[in-house]
């Protein structure tokens, strides 16, 4: 009698550890959200709710699952099978508002990043790949951000990615400085990506600012990716998302990770032996430049 419980129980634990949540993602009134980003608190496992609010995780209902969004204030909570989350609105303290005519005469481009053929997959994670600019005595005359430029290397037409602009407070990125979702599209390919953000009239922070890219774990991305295992020579297939970014190497450790419901420091990379390759004894970053104007 006891084997059969243990053997009942057994499958029980096996099943609440792989179970599937399904759930919704709404504003206070009841509109869904669509692509908040979700993730399983401390673990690796995450996705994106799709443009319904609707979200599937692999997961059970007793792990703290956390909910981003734009416009919205981090959620950490428990979630049963098919509960409705609650996002509330964020309110963020600003600062006095000076209102003046740009003139948009001059502009610097910041960041020195180029195209390599060096690029990070996101696999099935919805990460946030962030790039701190810190700030400088030379963008007084070029205080405004204009453009971000950054480089993608899509293996699928038309992938969608949401780029995130943060506050950052000396450590960490922290409140998101536009109160509405920026997705942009990507063409196939290696590719040079020009948006325009003049119309926010963003001011380059005094502490800095983060631009993030964020991969969207939705059906339209998926772009599933294969390699060839050299010790069985069998053709593996893993579940992927459009697009990958190119990465460069830096000196500085300025590149973050949104991961696990929280932010990491990427640090410098370094092993037992000297190697010539370009990251050794440096930091992989995404590719992002920074267009400034006046």
């Known amino acids: 009698m006891q084997e059969k419980r243990l053997f009942l129980w057994l499958i029980l634990f096996c099943f609440s550890a792989t179970a599937q949540i399904n759930g919704v993602v709404v504003d206070e009134s009841g509109k869904p959200i669509p692509y908040v980003n979700i993730w399983v608190e401390n673990e690796n496992i995450g996705t994106t709710s799709d443009e319904n609010g609707a979200f599937k995780i692999n997961t059970s209902e ?52 180029e195209r390599i053929h060096h690029r990070q997959l996101s696999g099935d994670k ?48 922290t409140n998101d400085l ?7 599209t990507v063409k196939k390919g290696m590719r040079k990506n020009v948006i325009d953000i003049s119309k926010y009239n ?37 579940e992927d998302y459009a697009p990958s970014l190119v990465v460069n190497y830096s000196d500085k450790e300025n590149a973050f990770t949104y991961s696990q419901g929280k932010w990491l420091r990427s640090k410098v990379f370094l092993t037992e032996k000297k190697s010539k390759e370009p990251w050794y004894n440096r930091v992989m970053m995404p590719a992002i430049n920074l267009i400034l104007s006046n």
């Open 202 to 238: 963003l001011r380059f922070p005094e502490k800095g600012i983060v631009i993030g890219l964020e991969w969207m774990i939705i059906e339209e991305n998926r772009a599933d990716f294969e390699y060839k295992d050299h010790q069985t020579k069998k053709l593996i297939k893993l």
């Open 178 to 184: 536009l109160s509405e979702d920026l997705i942009v």
């Open 126 to 173: 919805p990460w946030i790949y962030g790039k701190l600019f810190e700030q400088d005595t030379i963008y007084k005359k070029t205080p405004f951000l204009k453009k971000i430029v950054f480089y993608s290397d899509s293996d699928k037409k038309d992938a969608k990615l949401k780029i995130r602009i943060f506050e950052f407070n000396d450590s960490i990125p």
């Open 62 to 113: 007793d792990k703290i699952l956390v909910f981003s969004s734009v416009g919205f204030e981090v959620k950490k909570t428990l979630v049963k099978e098919g509960e409705r989350v609650v996002l509330k609105e964020a309110v963020y303290k600003l600062g006095e508002v000076v209102i003046s005519k740009r003139k948009q005469d001059k502009e610097i481009e910041i960041g020195d990043d």
